[in-house]
């Protein structure tokens, strides 16, 4: 027998896609909003707490509901994608600070897309730097450059699997990368990029 008193999912979806648009980035994951970038929650921290919302938010647990409930959460849904997305990339995420200062929630558009500019670096580097970090190596560039299999991800057990197969590519376990990453995909197998990380994996473990 349901609580009357309890809401319905219907009405928890209602209420978050009315608020959604007057809340920031940390609120909607439910992570304190740090003082300077020095401060800022690990990427870890950041992943659980998205893995937590979408637990309740991913569009897979809306399937028997009326269309504009399914619609509601899907824009939530991707409402986090996109907090994680900023949040976890150090040049978007100090480009945000400033943003939230002027009182603007959201990146959009190009903001989320142009590149770095002399401003936004120095924002990244922690307070009291005098002095430039060195040259970063080409291969560590190459390396920045491809996404992490996790930021590839939306389905919670996705993203866990993932995770672990980032770790096992950073100590060089290829092979149980590979299998870490196949247990990622067989979560979401209709995620193209994803497949394609997988299929690069494979490659390299050959």
Known sequence: MSDPARPSTREIVRQWFEKIDRMDYFSLLRVPRPATVDAWPSDGELRRAFATFAGSFHPDRF??????????????????????????????????????AQGKLRLEGEEMTRKATVHAMEAIRPAG????????????????AVPSLASLCTHPAAIDFAQQADALVAKGESKKALFQAQLALNKEPTNEKLAERVAALRTSVK
């Open 63 to 100: 399937k028997d509901e009326d269309e504009q409930t399914r619609e509601r959460a899907t824009v939530i849904f991707r409402r986090a994608n996109e907090a994680l997305r900023v949040l976890t990339n150090p040049e978007l995420r100090a480009r945000y600070l400033r943003h939230v």
């Open 129 to 144: 730097a005098g002095t430039p970090p060195p040259p970063v190596p080409a291969s560590s560039k190459r390396m920045a």
